[in-house]
């Protein structure tokens, strides 16, 4: 796990200073070492993590055994021991740096489709002068680039790309990125905050010569979906055991301590008994909680803990923890980002990196089994009459209680719209595309975000395009996102066995029947789950990893409000019109709590304007 960054540039020369300010600026991704590759055409910047042989023979960049290819990359490629079997070569290292350079210089640009990991990788060839960059299949890892002309920029993170003046010169902030950050939170792929860079698509390469940049897709998910589900649950289970184990003993690859975060939900529980299951030692353990009960789940965490045996490690937060932290957490992902989880997930990574180097997560589970009330909305809002009576129905909800009002914004879509992004957009009560033109100063129009699901073998149910809209979207903008830089602030290593390629390949292909029901989700997970804990144990409605945001609005985090909602701050920025917030900051106050998403959603915009206004 490390930062990268670079460029090629044939038709232009940069001082060493452009290369270091890019890499050094990504510090906390790689505290262990540094290095830099310049030739005449091309700059290469490494700040590594060392997790896998951390000796200094495996920094980067590295060069392949013939001179031919260097290369540097952020992540990790799990079954580099069985790619390097079919390699006739002596090693330098035990690194799988080493490994995916050599399979490179045998296989060319396809071998990327040997590994099984999480990465995005810089490769130049030295004698042809030119250059490859790769994102893995599911975009576990950040990839962003910029394209002027005949110079490419890339980085692992946007502030990279902010700084050099070759580029900074040139930025203007993307008022349909600003649209869909209002709708649904965050920025997807392949927008950023700014018009000139953007998110590497996930499962791609892209080979750059002096004259050409040219795409490749080499994995999307809809080529995975098959003609026929498994429907046999026992099979399936089977299978689910296999697979999911075989991704926890590769992701147990590590040279040093290491651990799995256990919040007590059945993902993360999984994760955990299966690293317990087949670890010769204690792993360690790692849950936070809150003070404030409906936010707590240590108990349950510590209960799972204790009969797994494992190492556990318990934190209660304080508000003053939070407090600490809040406008650092909004500040860390170098554009507007609105998920406020991301204040836990820093200070559970902040703490437990105190410990380890390395932990297991349980992400990707809700995506890939259903683990989602808005499976339930995708598929009411689809049914033909419900779709007809959708503005009556919205009507009669809209004059109801707090609760039914906000449920009568899921009814208010058109014909025309895009309706996995909508029911995504309403199930945390952000803003639908009416009121966004109602909202934004210059409205932009609303890109609709393909999801892909016509592409495929099989007719998929509504369930199953949202599921598949989260996996191309939420999934990876969001919550990979969220993880992976509230975790690399602090220089620790995440792994994701539910992203293991081959686990996402088979849960696409299992039947619907074993992922939901009319009064259960993740059912396949949880009915694994249980021939390994007791089922009283896990078996509790979901709570998620949230923070009280609600009730720190209203008392302690009321500021945030007053300071970045302020009248004055919304006209200096010009992006929202003040009457607009000014109307809903009444409605919140006066009890329409509901609103606090969409406020926080304000807060986390105007503070990203101000910051970089100020830059």
Same mark, same amino acid.
């Not at 899921?410 to 909508?422: E, G, P, V």
């Not at 699901?453 to 199953?464: F, N």
């Given at each position: 796990?490390?930062?990268?960054?670079?460029?090629?540039?044939?038709?232009?020369?940069?001082?060493?200073?452009?290369?270091?300010?890019?890499?050094?600026?990504?510090?906390?991704?790689?505290?262990?070492?540094?290095?830099?590759?310049?030739?005449?055409?091309?700059?290469?910047?490494?700040?590594?993590?060392?997790?896998?042989?951390?000796?200094?023979?495996?920094?980067?960049?590295?060069?392949?055994?013939?001179?031919?290819?260097?290369?540097?990359?952020?992540?990790?490629?799990?079954?580099?021991?069985?790619?390097?079997?079919?390699?006739?070569?002596?090693?330098?290292?035990?690194?799988?740096?080493?490994?995916?350079?050599?399979?490179?210089?045998?296989?060319?640009?396809?071998?990327?489709?040997?590994?099984?990991?999480m990465f995005s990788i810089a490769l130049y060839d030295v004698h042809e002068k030119n250059m490859y960059l790769f994102r893995d299949r599911i975009g576990v890892k950040p990839l962003y680039y910029a394209?002027?002309?005949?110079?490419?920029?890339?980085?692992? $993170?946007?502030?990279?790309?902010?700084?050099?003046?070759?580029?900074?010169?040139?930025?203007?902030?993307?008022?349909?990125?600003?649209?869909?950050?209002?709708?649904?939170?965050? *920025?997807?792929?392949?927008?950023?905050?700014?018009?000139?860079?953007?998110?590497?698509?996930?499962?791609?390469?892209?080979?750059?010569?002096?004259?050409?940049?040219?795409?490749?897709?080499?994995?999307?998910?809809?080529?995975?979906?098959?003609? =026929?589900?498994?429907?046999?649950?026992?099979?399936?289970?089977?299978?689910?055991?296999?697979?999911?184990?075989?991704?926890?003993?590769?992701?147990?690859?590590?040279?040093?301590?290491?651990?799995?975060?256990?919040?007590?939900?059945?993902?993360?529980?999984?994760?955990? +008994?299966?690293?317990?299951?087949?670890?010769?030692?204690?792993?360690?353990?790692?849950?936070?909680?809150?003070? /404030?009960?409906?936010?707590?789940?240590? +108990?349950?965490?510590?209960?799972?803990?204790?009969?797994?045996?494992?190492?556990?490690? /318990?934190?209660?937060?304080?508000?003053?923890?939070?407090?600490?932290?809040? =406008?650092?957490?909004?500040?860390?992902?170098?554009?507007?980002?609105?998920?406020?989880?991301? *204040?836990?997930?820093?200070?559970?990574?902040?703490?437990?990196?105190?410990?380890?180097?390395?932990?297991?997560?349980?992400?990707?589970?809700?995506?890939?089994?259903?683990?989602?009330?808005?499976?339930?909305? +995708?598929?009411?809002?689809?049914?033909?009459?419900?779709?007809?009576?959708?503005?009556? *129905?919205?009507?009669?909800?809209?004059?109801?209680?707090?609760?039914?009002?906000?449920?009568?914004?899921?009814?208010?879509?058109?014909?025309?719209?895009?309706?996995?992004?909508?029911?995504?957009?309403?199930?945390?009560?952000?803003?639908?595309? /009416?009121?966004?033109?109602?909202?934004?100063?210059?409205?932009?129009?609303?890109?609709?975000?393909?999801?892909?699901?016509?592409?495929?073998?099989?007719?998929?149910?509504?369930? =199953?395009?949202?599921?598949?809209?989260?996996?191309?979207?939420?999934?990876?903008?969001?919550?990979?996102?969220?993880?992976?830089?509230?975790?690399?602030?602090?220089?620790?290593?995440?792994?994701?066995?539910?992203?293991?390629?081959?686990?996402? $390949?088979?849960?696409?292909?299992?039947?619907?029947?074993?992922?939901?029901?009319?009064?259960?989700?993740?059912?396949?997970?949880?009915?694994?789950?249980?021939?390994?804990?007791?089922?009283?144990?896990?078996?509790?409605?979901?709570?998620?990893?949230?923070?009280?945001?609600?009730?720190?609005?209203?008392?302690?985090?009321?500021?945030?409000?007053?300071?970045?909602?302020? =009248?004055?701050?919304?006209?200096?920025?010009? *992006?929202?019109?003040?009457?607009?917030?000014?109307?809903?900051?009444?409605?919140?106050?006066?009890?329409?709590?509901?609103?606090?998403?969409?406020?926080?959603?304000l807060i986390v915009l105007h503070r990203w304007f101000r910051q970089h206004s100020q830059s």
């Amino acid at each position: 796990m490390c930062g990268i960054a670079g460029y090629f540039a044939p038709h232009h020369s940069f001082g060493a200073n452009v290369l270091e300010q890019m890499t050094r600026c990504m510090a906390h991704r790689g505290p262990d070492a540094e290095g830099f590759f310049r030739d005449e055409n091309a700059g290469l910047g490494h700040r590594r993590l060392s997790i896998i042989d951390v000796s200094s023979d495996a920094n980067q960049p590295m060069s392949s055994h013939d001179g031919r290819w260097v290369m540097i990359f952020n992540g990790e490629v799990f079954n580099f021991r069985d790619i390097a079997k079919d390699l006739s070569v002596s090693w330098r290292t035990q690194s799988d740096t080493e490994v995916m350079l050599e399979a490179f210089s045998k296989w060319g640009p396809e071998a990327v489709k040997k590994f099984n990991g999480m990465f995005s990788i810089a490769l130049y060839d030295v004698h042809e002068k030119n250059m490859y960059l790769f994102r893995d299949r599911i975009g576990v890892k950040p990839l962003y680039y910029a394209l002027f002309e005949n110079t490419v920029f890339f980085a692992s $993170e946007l502030k990279a790309l902010t700084l050099p003046k070759e580029i900074r010169t040139q930025l203007q902030t993307d008022r349909e990125a600003i649209a869909l950050y209002l709708q649904l939170g965050y *920025i997807p792929q392949p927008y950023t905050i700014w018009q000139q860079v953007k998110k590497f698509p996930s499962g791609c390469y892209l080979k750059i010569t002096e004259t050409t940049q040219e795409f490749t897709t080499w994995w999307k998910p809809q080529d995975a979906v098959h003609s =026929e589900v498994i429907k046999d649950e026992e099979q399936a289970k089977k299978q689910l055991h296999e697979l999911l184990s075989s991704a926890v003993n590769y992701r147990l690859i590590s040279d040093v301590p290491f651990g799995t975060f256990l919040s007590g939900g059945i993902d993360s529980s999984l994760i955990t +008994a299966l690293a317990q299951q087949n670890s010769a030692t204690k792993i360690n353990t790692f849950t936070i909680g809150f003070k /404030e009960e409906q936010y707590n789940e240590a +108990a349950h965490a510590k209960k799972i803990a204790t009969f797994l045996h494992t190492d556990h490690h /318990e934190h209660i937060v304080t508000y003053k923890d939070a407090m600490n932290l809040v =406008e650092e957490a909004m500040d860390i992902y170098d554009e507007p980002f609105a998920d406020s989880s991301s *204040i836990p997930t820093l200070l559970i990574s902040k703490w437990t990196r105190q410990q380890v180097k390395m932990v297991l997560t349980g992400d990707g589970g809700d995506e890939l089994f259903m683990g989602y009330g808005m499976y339930y909305w +995708a598929k009411l809002l689809n049914r033909p009459l419900v779709k007809f009576a959708r503005a009556p *129905i919205a009507s009669a909800l809209s004059v109801m209680g707090e609760k039914y009002r906000r449920i009568s914004w899921l009814f208010r879509f058109n014909d025309d719209q895009n309706i996995q992004q909508h029911i995504f957009s309403q199930a945390p009560y952000f803003f639908t595309e /009416e009121e966004i033109k109602g909202l934004m100063k210059a409205p932009s129009l609303l890109a609709s975000l393909p999801v892909f699901t016509s592409q495929v073998k099989r007719t998929l149910s509504p369930e =199953e395009q949202q599921s598949f809209f989260d996996l191309q979207y939420y999934l990876k903008d969001d919550l990979l996102v969220k993880v992976d830089r509230a975790s690399m602030k602090y220089a620790l290593e995440c792994r994701t066995p539910f992203l293991d390629y081959r686990v996402v $390949e088979f849960a696409l292909n299992v039947s619907q029947q074993l992922k939901m029901s009319r009064n259960a989700l993740k059912i396949l997970p949880a009915k694994l789950l249980s021939d390994l804990l007791p089922k009283e144990l896990f078996n509790r409605p979901k709570q998620g990893f949230s923070i009280p945001l609600l009730k720190w609005m209203l008392h302690e985090w009321r500021y945030l409000i007053d300071d970045y909602l302020s =009248e004055e701050t919304i006209r200096e920025h010009g *992006i929202v019109n003040v009457p607009e917030v000014e109307a809903m900051k009444k409605k919140f106050f006066a009890g329409e709590h509901y609103l606090y998403n969409r406020l926080w959603n304000l807060i986390v915009l105007h503070r990203w304007f101000r910051q970089h206004s100020q830059s």
